[in-house]
């Protein structure tokens, strides 16, 4: 098979920390750099690096069954869905257990990644250094870079993106306030939750362009994700007719509750999963408008033609995927569509490969294990892609049978089923990849002979 590719890994969140486990699995060497002086990336609660979108009463929305690693299970002491800080001790944990904090460069973020002629990686890091590697590893997360949207107007009250905020305090004393959050996914219902708790005293109201399908997390004494878990494997289409009027018959038609009629089926956008938030609006705590049409001073006007004052506007809009390394005519994700086959590799760019870039349905933990395992086997010559034509093939069948029935918009330029992904991946991607690397050998890095030449390595 031959020597192993040095290998660079941008980002100690979770995906670097899969993706380190699994090339150290398979005698990949590598070296990780993170900006921050801890691991954990966007669930390390007040990450120093600024990065971290976790906000004080954060509860994750998957339950820790779903969540677990494979190799390093939940404790069991563990609640059903657990509160930040204790998934925070889980990645310690695993870090810990693995060794992998020994190869990670703290507060020595990648300033800059440039591909050389011919291929392998020059990267810059914040120390001012320059190492080259045969191989880079991206995974740097896509929930850290907030989007905000463009409204028509002005408003003269205070804003914020719900990347920032942290609790009713901070960053801004949210009590007693006129408040509008605009979005009605899984962030923008907890804050809309928390905020409109009369111990507040606020008045709060929330804004969503599409309206939403919104599931409880407990489901017959069950988390309602372990329940669709036990479920028998089926088509994606299928699935999707035998769960339509689910949440209806959970928890009625959203109008109920004031909430605009989607316009679109259950599991055509990303499932909003919340126990609170309908109690909160048929409690009369808080309540929905449709979307935004304009700002105008402190009063913002709705497409129903409504209009209302407000003090403070919450968005929670979600994240531009950005990666600052790079030079943006070499690869940017503009409208946050990013082709990826298998959501790990670019065609056409052999020594790259980029972790975590996808809206996994559960959840993002499970689905960047099966991903580092397919990258580190890939890395390690034990898997081999198909050519660069397949690849571009597969890439578009994938992306019309995973894509093509969510509503079109930024958050679901990547969709991903993980149970079909990883049921994919286990059963025919990898075992396929393995007789190519039998049959033709592993891909040969063309980076490693100019890494070579030039005499410098992997620190």
């Not at 904090?101 to 990267?123: D, M, P, Y």
């Not at 959501?343 to 294990?369: H, K, N, S, Y």
Request: hydrophobic content about 35%; aromatic content about 10%.
């Amino acid at each position: 098979m031959g020597e192993a590719p040095t290998t660079c890994v941008i980002g100690a969140g979770i995906s670097g920390l899969t993706a380190g486990k699994a090339l150290a699995d398979a005698g990949v060497p590598y070296a990780c750099f993170e900006e921050s002086d801890r691991i954990g990336g966007n669930w390390a609660f007040g990450n120093p690096n600024g990065k971290s979108s976790a906000y004080r009463s954060l509860h994750i929305d998957t339950s820790k069954a779903l969540l677990s690693f494979r190799d390093h299970p939940m404790p069991d002491d563990y609640p059903d869905f657990p509160h930040h800080t204790e998934i925070k001790r889980y990645l310690d944990s695993y870090a810990e257990r693995f060794g992998l904090t020994e190869r990670i460069h703290f507060e020595n973020g990648v300033e800059r990644a440039e591909r050389l002629e011919g291929g392998g990686w020059r990267i810059t890091t914040q120390d001012g250094e320059a190492r080259l590697f045969d191989a880079l590893v991206v995974a740097n997360g896509h929930h850290w870079d907030p989007r905000m949207p463009d409204f028509p107007g002005t408003f003269e009250g205070e804003q914020l993106h719900s990347h920032h905020y942290v609790d009713p305090e901070t960053p801004l004393d949210l009590r007693g306030r006129r408040i509008l959050v605009v979005g009605i996914g899984n962030s923008a219902s907890d804050i809309a939750s928390e905020l409109s708790q009369k111990t507040h005293r606020n008045e709060v109201t929330i804004s969503t362009r599409s309206g939403a399908w919104i599931v409880p997390k407990y489901v017959f004494g069950m988390p309602v994700d372990r329940i669709a878990r036990t479920l028998p494997y089926v088509p994606l289409s299928w699935q999707r007719r035998a769960v339509r009027h689910l949440p209806r018959l959970l928890s009625g038609r959203p109008e109920r509750y004031g909430l605009p009629t989607p316009n679109h089926h259950f599991l055509e956008a990303h499932p909003t999963t919340s126990s609170e938030l309908l109690l909160r609006l048929g409690s009369g705590d808080a309540r929905a408008k449709p979307d935004v049409a304009r700002l105008d001073g402190r009063r913002v006007e709705f497409v129903d033609g409504t209009s209302d004052e407000f003090d403070v506007i919450i968005h929670a809009t979600g994240y531009a995927i950005t990666f600052p390394f790079f030079d943006e005519a070499f690869l940017s994700a503009p409208d946050n569509r990013l082709p990826l086959y298998k959501r790990l590799f670019r065609p056409g760019i052999d020594d790259l490969v980029l972790i975590g870039f996808a809206q996994a349905v559960p959840t993002l933990f499970p689905f960047v294990e099966t991903q580092s395992k397919i990258a580190a086997a890939y890395l390690g010559g034990t898997y081999r892609p198909p050519d660069e034509r397949e690849m571009r093939r597969r890439l578009a069948a994938d992306e019309a049978r995973m894509n093509a029935h969510f509503v079109r918009s930024a958050r679901h330029t990547q969709q991903v089923d993980f149970f079909t992904y990883d049921r994919e991946a286990h059963r025919k991607e990898l075992p396929e990849g393995r007789r190519r690397a039998a049959a033709l050998g592993p891909v040969r890095l063309a980076g490693r002979a100019a890494r070579h030449a030039a005499g410098a390595g992997a620190a």
